[in-house]
């Protein structure tokens, strides 16, 4: 069963990722973009990592996209949609790139052995303490650039 | 504290609303319940009739005048004797503002206002009152008065008979 | 749940369908009620009778609602994107309803000698399921109102979006310290945590910033920017109509009750309480929360915009954060952190 639930999933996914990048139109490519993100939270939720796929949905369903779609809403587009195809030089450094990632991923998979999955759910507390002990400078640096962030807008937005 | 005082603001007010849950509510359920309005209510607009039983109306087009919507007309008529009536009276009450000029305006107490506020019809042809729709049989608000006894002299007395009015002065005489 | 490839006994199944079902009742219809009783109270506070015409005492009112919705026009402005207009209102309302789903309703009940738990699914990650579903529900305000092309729709979904972002984090924020106390995201056991004593005594500020938030999270009054009716006509839902913009108004109410049941959970014990039973507790604690809302509604101005945007940035979330640096130290010092 987890495996049918996964390759419906995947396809969800591959095909609203397509669409995201094909359809012309910014608001409908979120929509579609959302819809991968949330296959692709199924996925890591069959894969026993549900703080993952949680992860997934809060962060960028619920913030990245949600912040995407405010700024195409705050600026006037016009009529997007009515605009060309990009040309094929366009295309190109982005199936190049595309292409390479395409090759790591295949070359890794290929010398995965097919490792069992962990029989045991690894729970919030073991997330937590790998996050904050081993992972800590990092995520000290993730931070201090928030903290940049922060203060980059409150210097933008003060009052003269 | 700005914080307390803030605070101390909004409880203050779910106070005021929660002793408003509790009171009784003044709606008033209508078509069961009917509130009474006082008799000077500006309602329906009747045509009245002074104590004997005679139209008060002298069709003298004052009321006509003075309403603001124009939705009074009229035509005037002599009757016997000389006394004026309306020959038709018509007002149109979906033009009508319920302002009461009409009333103000009447010299005889004919036009009134009515606490009667129930005027709904299905067809808006409806509303248009012909004269014997406005035509009671009783004096409305002032029973005793009486036009033509303080005026219409010559019409329904001889002059100088009516009500307040002095003896006519007899001009070819020498008394003061 | 991955490696899940044994059938679970029919038994089982047909248990939690029939509790999928009786949540989805009884959710539905005390939205559908809780509308009625948003009127009639309203009604009270403002000196009048409300609506009573409609079977005994108006109770049947929901129901003529119902019925006027459903007959009217099924309208989509000829210049809007028609796809996502009539997606948009569901988008509002269903994650409000899958939201239900993580929340412990009562006492688990034995039943046909097994034991049964009253929700519908205790996930390990469920707190932040909620967050994940609430940061979901902002698709249909901003989507609903883009979509209609209009002024006054596009203008109450900006609102909407920069709101619902602003207080979902300090509605997360003020989550964490119970997250700390109770030692997991799993619902069931941040109720059985509270059995001592409820959170609400140990964080009586926690729990004032996330009922601030999930006031503003509701779109209710003092935070219904993004329908202010008296500048942007019906905001997000202005060129809605008939079941549609029912979707968004019911979704309206049943984000009511279930925030209102999620902060029974967090702070208030859940079912908890001592001689009634659970399921009497739990509704009883929600239709509390429900009556605050209302209450509030009847009473208070709406915000400014700029006011808004200052008490959810500089004040809740600021003051969120230093709650929970309070009780981290606070668990610290009383040597009960795993550190």
Same mark, same amino acid.
């Given at each position: 069963?987890?495996?049918?639930?996964?390759?419906?999933?995947?396809?969800?996914?591959?095909i609203?990722?397509?669409?995201?990048?094909?359809?012309?139109?910014?608001?409908?490519?979120?929509?579609?973009?959302?819809?991968?993100f949330?296959? @692709?939270?199924?996925?890591?939720?069959?894969?026993?990592?549900?703080?993952?796929?949680?992860?997934?949905?809060?962060?960028?369903?619920?913030?990245? !996209?949600?912040?995407?779609?405010?700024?195409?809403?705050? $600026?006037d587009?016009?009529?997007p949609?009515? +605009?060309?195809?990009?040309?094929?030089?366009?295309?190109?450094?982005?199936?190049?790139?595309?292409?390479?990632?395409?090759?790591?991923?295949?070359?890794?998979?290929a010398?995965?052995?097919?490792?069992k999955?962990?029989?045991?759910?690894? +729970?919030?507390?073991?997330?937590?303490?790998?996050?904050?002990?081993?992972?800590?400078?990092?995520?000290?640096?993730?931070? @201090?650039?928030?903290?940049?962030?922060?203060?980059?807008?409150?210097?933008?937005?003060?009052r003269? | 504290?700005?914080v307390?005082?803030?605070?101390?603001?909004?409880?203050?007010?779910?106070?005021?609303?929660?002793?408003?849950?509790?009171?009784?509510?003044v709606?008033?359920?209508?078509?069961e319940?009917? %509130?009474?309005?006082? #008799?000077?209510?500006?309602?329906?607009?009747i045509?009245? %009739?002074?104590?004997?039983g005679?139209?008060?109306?002298?069709?003298?087009?004052?009321?006509?005048?003075?309403?603001?919507?124009?939705?009074?007309s009229?035509?005037?008529?002599?009757?016997? /004797?000389?006394?004026?009536r309306?020959?038709w009276?018509?007002?149109?009450?979906?033009?009508?503002i319920?302002c009461?000029f009409?009333?103000?305006?009447?010299?005889?107490m004919?036009i009134? !206002?009515?606490?009667?506020?129930?005027?709904c019809?299905?067809?808006?042809?409806?509303?248009?009152?012909?004269?014997?729709d406005?035509?009671?049989?009783?004096?409305?608000k002032?029973?005793?008065?009486?036009?033509?006894?303080?005026?219409?002299?010559g019409?329904?007395?001889? %002059?100088?008979?009516?009500e307040?009015? =002095?003896?006519?002065?007899?001009?070819?005489?020498?008394?003061? | !749940?991955?490696?899940a490839?044994?059938?679970?006994?029919p038994?089982?199944?047909?248990?939690?369908?029939?509790?999928i079902?009786?949540?989805?009742?009884?959710?539905?219809?005390l939205?559908a009620?809780?509308?009625?009783?948003?009127?009639?109270?309203?009604a009270w506070?403002q000196?009048?009778?409300?609506?009573?015409r409609?079977?005994?005492?108006?109770?049947?009112q929901p129901?003529?609602?119902?019925?006027?919705?459903?007959? =009217?026009?099924?309208?989509c402005?000829p210049?809007?994107?028609?796809?996502?207009?009539?997606?948009? #209102?569901?988008m509002?309302?269903?994650?409000a309803?899958?939201?239900?789903?993580i929340?412990?309703?009562?006492?688990?009940?034995?039943i046909?000698g097994?034991?049964?738990?009253m929700?519908?699914?205790?996930?390990?990650?469920?707190?932040?399921?909620?967050?994940?579903?609430?940061?979901?529900?902002?698709? /249909?305000?901003?989507?609903?109102?883009?979509?209609s092309?209009? =002024?006054?729709?596009?203008?109450?979904?900006?609102?909407?979006?920069?709101?619902?972002?602003?207080?979902?984090?300090?509605?997360?924020?003020? @989550?964490?310290?119970?997250v700390m106390?109770?030692r997991?995201?799993?619902?069931?056991?941040?109720v059985?945590?509270?059995? +001592?004593?409820?959170?609400?005594?140990?964080?009586?500020?926690?729990?004032?910033?996330?009922?601030v938030?999930? @006031?503003?999270?509701?779109?209710?009054?003092?935070?219904?920017?993004?329908?202010?009716?008296?500048?942007?006509?019906?905001g997000?839902?202005?060129e809605?109509?008939?079941?549609?913009?029912?979707?968004?108004?019911? /979704?309206?109410?049943?984000?009511?009750?279930?925030?209102?049941?999620?902060?029974?959970?967090?702070? $208030?014990? +859940?079912?908890?309480?001592?001689l009634?039973? /659970? $399921?009497?507790?739990f509704?009883? =604690?929600?239709?509390?929360?429900a009556f605050?809302?209302?209450?509030?509604?009847?009473?208070?101005?709406?915000?400014?915009?700029d006011?808004? !945007?200052?008490?959810?940035?500089?004040?809740?979330?600021?003051?969120?954060?230093?709650?929970?640096?309070?009780?981290?130290?606070?668990?610290?010092l009383?040597?009960?952190? #795993?550190?």
């Open positions: 069963m987890a495996a049918t639930l996964f390759y419906i999933l995947a396809t969800v996914m591959v609203a990722t397509i669409l995201a990048i094909t359809g012309r139109h910014p608001v409908h490519a979120i929509v579609y973009l959302v819809t991968s949330f296959a @692709l939270a199924g996925i890591f939720y069959l894969l026993l990592a549900p703080l993952v796929a949680m992860f997934e949905v809060i962060i960028y369903a619920g913030a990245v !996209m949600v912040l995407f779609m405010f700024v195409i809403m705050m $600026l587009l016009g009529h949609e009515r +605009g060309g195809r990009p040309a094929l030089g366009q295309w190109l450094p982005a199936l190049l790139l595309g292409a390479t990632v395409l090759a790591t991923i295949s070359y890794a998979a010398g995965f052995a097919g490792d999955l962990p029989a045991m759910l690894p +729970g919030v507390k073991e997330f937590a303490v790998t996050l904050f002990s081993r992972y800590g400078v990092a995520i000290e640096v993730i931070s @201090l650039q928030l903290l940049f962030a922060v203060v980059g807008a409150l210097y933008l937005g003060r003269r | 504290m700005r307390i005082d803030d605070m101390t603001a909004i409880l203050t007010g779910l106070w005021t609303t929660w002793k408003h849950i509790l009171r009784r509510p709606t008033i359920q209508y078509p319940e009917k %509130r009474i309005p006082s #008799p000077r209510y500006r309602a329906r607009i045509l009245t %009739r002074d104590p004997d005679g139209e008060r109306c002298v069709a003298c087009y004052l009321c006509s005048a003075a309403c603001p919507v124009d939705c009074i009229m035509q005037a008529e002599e009757g016997e /004797g000389g006394r004026r309306a020959a009276f018509r007002i149109n009450f979906s033009r009508c319920f009461g009409c009333a103000e305006a009447c010299p005889t004919a009134q !206002m009515t606490p009667d506020y129930e005027i019809r299905r067809d808006v042809m409806d509303l248009v009152f012909e004269k014997e406005l035509l009671v049989e009783h004096c409305g002032d029973p005793e008065y009486n036009f033509y006894r303080h005026a219409g002299i019409v329904t007395q001889p %002059r100088g008979e009516g307040g009015e =002095k003896p006519t002065v007899d001009v070819r005489g020498l008394m003061p | !749940m991955a490696g490839d044994v059938i679970p006994d038994m089982e199944i047909t248990l939690v369908i029939a509790k079902g009786l949540v989805l009742l009884v959710i539905l219809t939205a009620y809780l509308v009625f009783a948003e009127r009639r109270i309203l506070i000196d009048r009778k409300g609506p009573n409609v079977g005994p005492f108006g109770l049947l129901l003529a609602d119902l019925i006027k919705l459903l007959t =009217k026009e099924d309208f402005p210049a809007g994107d028609r796809w996502l207009f009539f997606l948009a #209102p569901a509002a309302a269903i994650p309803i899958m939201t239900f789903a929340v412990p309703f009562g006492a688990p009940v034995r046909f097994r034991d049964l738990p929700q519908v699914a205790d996930l390990h990650v469920g707190l932040l399921l909620f967050m994940a579903l609430s940061s979901i529900a902002v698709y /249909g305000v901003a989507l609903g109102g883009w979509a092309n209009s =002024k006054y729709a596009l203008l109450g979904s900006l609102r909407g979006l920069a709101q619902l972002i602003s207080y979902e984090l300090s509605m997360g924020l003020s @989550l964490v310290p119970t106390l109770a997991s995201f799993r619902l069931s056991d941040i059985a945590a509270q059995e +001592g004593g409820w959170f609400i005594l140990y964080q009586p500020m926690a729990f004032a910033i996330f009922l938030s999930i @006031l503003a999270e509701c779109k209710r009054i003092p935070f219904d920017l993004p329908e202010a009716e008296g500048e942007l006509v019906a997000f839902h202005t809605y109509s008939g079941m549609r913009f029912g979707l968004f108004f019911v /979704g309206e109410y049943i984000n009511i009750l279930v925030l209102g049941g999620l902060a029974a959970t967090f702070f $208030l014990g +859940g079912w908890q309480g001592p009634l039973p /659970g $399921l009497l507790w509704w009883g =604690k929600v239709l509390a929360f605050l809302f209302i209450w509030i509604r009847g009473t208070l101005p709406r915000l400014r915009y006011q808004l !945007m200052h008490l959810g940035w500089k004040v809740l979330t600021p003051m969120a954060l230093v709650n929970i640096l309070a009780t981290a130290w606070w668990l610290y009383a040597g009960s952190s #795993p550190l």
